[in-house]
């Protein structure tokens, strides 16, 4: 079955860049969506498609694609950056697959 | 403004059926390329997808709920219904409706979601 995999967890220093990563076969046919989720908040969309940045989301945001790897990278990470980071694709069945979520600390 | 929210029982028994209600307001499952998603989290754990509704009654399901979930629209009411039978304590969880689109099928609005524990 298809399946999308994240590092559990991932620290950054305040101010430096970091990548977050997921993996799956579904990737090398569709982009990736990426959402940041607070505790005890619904998640919010920070990324899709290939280059698309929702409203309000800041430009230090971006996403990128390689073969069966979307990567989310923030540049200049903030401390209010920390919270845990899902990707998703569609799956062959047209459905979304969601990955197991990376848990980002700014240092 | 486009808002989502959740409705339905916090409790259920083992082997219930739970039946939840998206009501939405600020666009229209009539609209092309327009869809109605569900997608739930287990206490500390992941987000799953569950289900999705389109404007033209596409659906598509988790492979792994598929016999369990059944999805519906009431494009009078703005609202969409999602139910899933024989509860078990394993889908404890806050069940969230989202928007998305046929065409990239990101998430971008989300409901507050609603957490569903399942107990006898």
């Known amino acids: 079955s298809s399946e999308l995999t994240q590092d559990p967890a991932v620290s950054v220093a305040l101010g430096q860049t970091v990548r977050i990563t997921c993996q799956g076969d579904?990737?090398?046919?569709?982009?990736a969506s990426w959402y940041q989720q607070k505790p005890r908040q619904a998640p919010v969309l920070v990324f899709y498609?290939?280059?698309k940045r929702p409203s309000g989301i800041p430009d230090r945001f971006s996403g990128s694609s390689s073969g069966d790897t979307a990567s989310l990278t923030i540049t200049g990470a903030q401390a209010e950056d920390e919270s845990d980071y899902y990707c998703s694709s569609r799956d062959i069945s047209g459905g979304l697959l969601f990955g197991g979520g990376t848990k980002l600390t700014v240092l | 403004q486009i808002t989502l929210k959740e409705s339905g029982p916090t409790l259920v028994k083992p082997t219930q059926t739970l039946t939840l209600t998206c009501t939405f307001s600020g666009f229209s499952l009539t609209t092309t390329g327009v869809g109605v998603g569900w997608i739930r989290q287990p206490p500390g754990k992941a987000l799953e997808w569950l289900a999705v509704i389109y404007w033209d009654d596409d659906i598509r399901y988790s492979p792994s709920l598929k016999r369990r979930v059944t999805i519906t629209k009431d494009t009078s009411k703005n609202q969409v219904v999602l139910t899933m039978t024989n509860m078990d304590p394993v889908d404890t969880a806050t069940y969230f409706c989202?928007?998305?689109?046929?065409?990239?099928?990101?998430?971008?609005?989300w409901g507050q979601g609603t957490l569903v524990t399942v107990s006898s």
């Open positions: 498609d290939k280059n």
């Open positions: 989202a928007h998305t689109s046929w065409a990239f099928g990101e998430l971008l609005y």
């Open positions: 579904t990737l090398r046919a569709y982009y």
